[in-house]
């Protein structure tokens, strides 16, 4: 299978700062992205999907470069609730399961 | 409604016991994936069903673990003459449908139970 990377941190930043995600993928022909957030001894929960086209939910925008092969993950007005570990998530053609990578650690502080 | 469930949330084993872990997918989820994750990594992909058929069991890691699925809907993994190094934490997730194939748009985001801490002792 194909590799997923991202920078493993942890991202220190104060309240309201943005921040923002890189995720690279290997295989150029991967189609399905995701991001999924992870609090500490959570399970992962889905976070939002990375279309083609970007999407936003919120504070949260998620875009995909095909061109370069990342999956960027931004946050706005950084929350103390937003505190988590980031996993970028990416399916494959021809395989039908999802690949994940390390994850990216928030600490925001006050 | 109800999430993705899963039992035991804790089991400790002695080594060489066999353990069974069972999983509960959302009503309706076509696909159901088990995965392992151990500290400070992202999950690790073991093998998935659609319905009652497993498709791909590719990351089981040796044929000490099988995985089932006999209805398509609750699955147990198992895990023979257990080792340490088989201690981590199994996750198990579901999805409405089965990513590669052309589903709706969120069909196949995968949805994860709180999973079972297996420790090997």
């Known amino acids: 299978r194909k590799e997923v990377e991202q920078d493993p941190g942890p991202f220190n930043v104060p309240e309201g700062a943005t921040v923002a995600f890189n995720c690279t993928y290997s295989?150029?022909?991967?189609?399905?992205f995701f991001w999924y957030r992870q609090d500490c001894r959570k399970e992962p929960k889905l976070l939002m999907s990375?279309?083609?086209s970007g999407n936003e939910d919120g504070r949260f925008t998620a875009q995909l470069n095909r061109a370069s092969q990342y999956i960027s993950l931004l946050i706005r007005d950084s929350k103390l609730s937003d505190s988590a570990t980031y996993l970028c998530?990416?399916?494959?053609?021809?395989?039908?399961?999802?690949?994940f990578g390390k994850g990216t650690m928030l600490l925001v502080s006050p | 409604g109800a999430g993705v469930s899963q039992s035991p949330r804790y089991k400790v084993t002695k080594r060489g016991q066999d353990v069974a872990l069972r999983c509960d997918p959302i009503?309706?989820?076509?696909?159901l994936y088990w995965y392992r994750q151990a500290l400070g990594q992202g999950p690790e992909f073991l093998t998935y069903?659609?319905?009652?058929?497993?498709?791909?069991k590719s990351g089981l890691p040796n044929d000490r673990f099988s995985a089932e699925r006999p209805e398509g809907s609750i699955s147990t993994l198992t895990i023979q003459r257990t080792e340490q190094r088989d201690s981590a934490m199994y996750r198990c997730?579901?999805?409405?449908?089965?990513?590669?194939?052309?589903?709706?748009?969120?069909?196949?985001?995968?949805?994860f139970g709180p999973g079972t801490r297996l420790t090997v002792t």
């Open positions: 997730a579901s999805s409405l449908d089965t990513p590669g194939y052309k589903a709706e748009r969120g069909s196949y985001e995968q949805y």
């Open positions: 295989n150029s022909a991967s189609q399905s």
């Open positions: 990375v279309y083609s």
């Open positions: 998530v990416v399916n494959e053609p021809g395989y039908s399961t999802l690949t």
């Open positions: 009503s309706g989820h076509v696909s």
């Open positions: 069903f659609n319905y009652e058929a497993q498709q791909d």
